[in-house]
């Protein structure tokens, strides 16, 4: 099936990461011109977007005016922009409960991923509603739609994306026309090459696939190949207000208690 996405233009917020580099290299191979957004990671995003032809453009996408000043930059140098797949956020390393977690944690987390799921799609759809046409997909996580203990702040945020905004969303964008569509992803353990670094443990690993009926972690590529579905109009034009779970078959978490 051809996903019809020649010389579409692409934004993939946090395009540079584990995840992001495997979704702009997907849409690059079907033949869109993406652009690589970044906020800290400059040298990965510059040689990604020389590898894939594509540009790489800084921004703070927690702060309104900067994802203005993104969405007016490819605007001006491209056109248009058809798809955009936010993708940025943040992970908090740390396991806390929360009555251990601060204001400071919880703020920071909130607004690296919901807050800047917002502004980023709020820019999107202001561009869309007057090119009546457009796809956005949002990468959320299995931890907003199973919980995730130790990372409430993380679980709240990602399950307000894909539960709340998406579903209002979709709803929004059909006054603009039957030409924009809204979905997301959630992926579950997906092994980055930043994980693989800091080292997986088999223990852990046994732990996370006995939740899953695919005992197997994903890969980026399994999360790109089904964002690049999503935001293909020839794939998935009667698709919107969905999240498709790139999970293993997940149907929950074991959980600790006392003994």
Excluded at 25 to 49: D, R, T, W
Excluded at 99 to 104: N, P, Q, S
Excluded at 152 to 181: F, P
Aim: charged share 25%; hydrophobic share 40%.
């Amino acid at each position: 099936m051809n996903a019809e996405l020649d010389g579409k233009i692409v934004l993939v917020s946090g395009g540079a990461g584990g995840i992001g580099s495997a979704i702009s290299k997907s849409f690059a191979k079907q033949g869109a011109k993406v652009i690589v957004h970044y906020h800290k990671s400059k040298n990965e995003a510059k040689l990604l977007a020389k590898e894939i032809e594509g540009i790489a453009i800084n921004a703070d996408l927690t702060k309104s005016e900067d994802t203005i000043k993104l969405f007016n930059e490819i605007i001006e140098k491209e056109g248009r922009l058809d798809i955009c797949i936010a993708n940025a956020g943040k992970y908090p390393k740390e396991s806390m409960s929360l009555w251990d977690i601060d204001d400071k944690r919880w703020n920071e987390t909130v607004s690296t991923n919901l807050s800047l799921a917002f502004n980023t799609s709020r820019e999107f759809l202001k561009h869309v509603s007057k090119t009546k046409k457009g796809s956005l997909v949002f990468v959320g996580s299995t931890a907003g739609i199973y919980g995730e203990a130790g990372h409430s702040d993380y679980a709240a945020a990602k399950g307000a994306i894909t539960s709340g905004l998406l579903k209002t969303l979709k709803n929004e964008a059909a006054q603009i026309g039957d030409g924009v569509r809204i979905n997301a992803v959630a992926p579950g353990w997906t092994v980055t090459q930043k994980k693989i670094d800091e080292g997986l443990e088999r223990k852990h690993v046994d732990k996370v696939v006995s939740t899953m009926s695919l005992k197997k972690l994903a890969t980026p590529e399994d999360v790109a190949n089904s964002i690049v579905i999503l935001a293909s109009d020839s794939l998935s034009g009667h698709t919107t207000g969905q999240v498709v779970e790139i999970a293993g078959g997940m149907e929950g978490r074991l959980i600790t208690g006392t003994k």
